[in-house]
């Protein structure tokens, strides 16, 4: 399995972007798929998540209703809009997929089995 994310860049405080991510190698329909984050000096944090087909969805509380995960199994793509971006959305953000998505445990990093290279969101002030 092979994931690549893009769609960053620099947006001022208020902005929008949407992150893609495009898997290949596998059967796309039997992944769970989540985002997660990486701020410089940081630990790599849990963003948001999706079911295989898209019923069901998590997000870290601090993105509520400003980001929303969503993917096309018929393009093998997840995608992540984020809206109302804020300085402290600054991170480089990273796709990753997993077979065994439980809802008690999308959110921790040891649960993804694959990940792609990130693409960096720079939100100014």
């Known amino acids: 399995v092979q994931l690549q994310a893009f769609g960053g860049g620099l947006v001022q405080a208020g902005g929008s972007l949407r992150l893609s991510c495009a898997f290949s190698?596998?059967?796309?329909?039997?992944?769970?798929m989540g985002w997660f984050r990486q701020a410089p000096g940081k630990e790599r944090e849990f963003v948001a998540a999706?079911?295989?087909?898209?019923?069901?969805?998590y997000y870290r509380d601090s993105v509520k209703g400003r980001f929303t995960i969503s993917r096309d199994n018929a393009k093998n793509m997840v995608y992540l809009q984020m809206n109302s971006l804020k300085p402290e959305d600054t991170a480089v953000y990273y796709c990753?997929?997993?077979?065994?998505?439980?809802?008690?445990?999308?959110?921790?990093?040891?649960?993804?089995?694959?990940w792609g290279r990130g693409t960096e969101v720079t939100v100014s002030s």
């Open positions: 990753a997929a997993t077979l065994l998505f439980q809802e008690s445990t999308v959110q921790h990093v040891y649960e993804y089995n694959y």
């Open positions: 190698g596998g059967t796309f329909s039997m992944y769970g």
């Open positions: 999706i079911s295989w087909r898209g019923g069901n969805t």
